[in-house]
Nanobody, 123 residues
Framework: VQLQASGGGLVQAGGSLRLSCAAS????????MGWFRQASGQEREFVAA????????YYADSVKGRFTISRDNAKNTVYLQMNSLKPEDTSVYYC?????????????????WGQGTQVTVSS
């Protein structure tokens, strides 16, 4: 089972990036999915989550209105569209599959993790 995150890079403040997370080895269509991030020297923090059918989404206050999480179960892929990026968004971004269909905000709600993709926002 593998979650492969991609789409990170270097972008100027105010710019946009779209992260993708492709799952292989099993389907996660019955699981909620989430994105977390971890800046250097900081703890991993919740960014966004989406329920198994995509009907419910949840965001950290720091990204609400700027980031959008979505999923395509036919492709076994979850996305994070990031707009109006700020330097404080600079982190390694991780996708994760939850233990069940209900979205969670806690690290312990997830039991499969991708390898992370670096997002760097310059001022």
């Amino acid at each position: 089972v593998q979650l492969q995150a991609s789409g990170g890079g270097l972008v100027q403040a105010g710019g946009s990036l779209r992260l993708s997370c492709a799952a292989s080895g099993r389907t996660f269509s019955n699981n909620a999915m989430g994105w977390f991030r971890q800046a250097s020297g900081q703890e991993r923090e919740f960014v966004a989550a989406i329920s198994w059918r995509g009907g419910n989404t949840y965001y950290a206050d720091s990204v609400k209105g700027r980031f959008t999480i979505s999923r395509d179960n036919a492709k076994n892929t979850v996305y994070l569209q990031m707009n109006s990026l700020k330097p404080e968004d600079t982190s390694v971004y991780y996708c994760a599959a939850a233990r069940n269909a209900i979205s969670g905000r806690l690290y312990s709600d997830y039991n499969y993790w991708g390898q992370g993709t670096q997002v760097t926002v310059s001022s």
